[in-house]
């Protein structure tokens, strides 16, 4: 499992099945762990002290800054990052702005 702390985790197969659907995946790294350690395919880096931000933005300004449509509140959307810590308080993150 992807993730730790009891929050829903995905296996690497169910990741790479959900990334061939339209789902946003966010990578909530900091940059220097995406430099150093590599990016994941087609996922969207934005830091864990930036998401709260983030997904506040005017969608014009989400796809300016990070090159990708802002999710609506209903869109499927999955958070990873190096241990899952990070990935479960993004995803508590979200959930208190109204995503589901």
Request: hydrophobic residues 35%.
């Amino acid at each position: 499992s992807l993730c730790a702390g009891g929050a829903p985790g995905l296996s690497y197969q169910e990741l790479k099945d959900l990334k061939k659907t339209n789902v946003l995946h966010i990578d909530v790294r900091e940059r220097w762990e995406i430099d150093r350690f590599g990016k994941i395919p087609a996922s969207t880096n934005i830091p864990l002290g930036e998401l709260v931000e983030a997904l506040q933005l005017d969608p014009t300004e989400f796809k300016e800054r990070y090159n990708q449509n802002m999710p609506s509140k209903s869109d499927p959307v999955v958070f990873s990052c190096l241990a899952g810590k990070r990935s479960k308080q993004a995803l508590s993150f979200a959930m208190t702005l109204g995503f589901s």
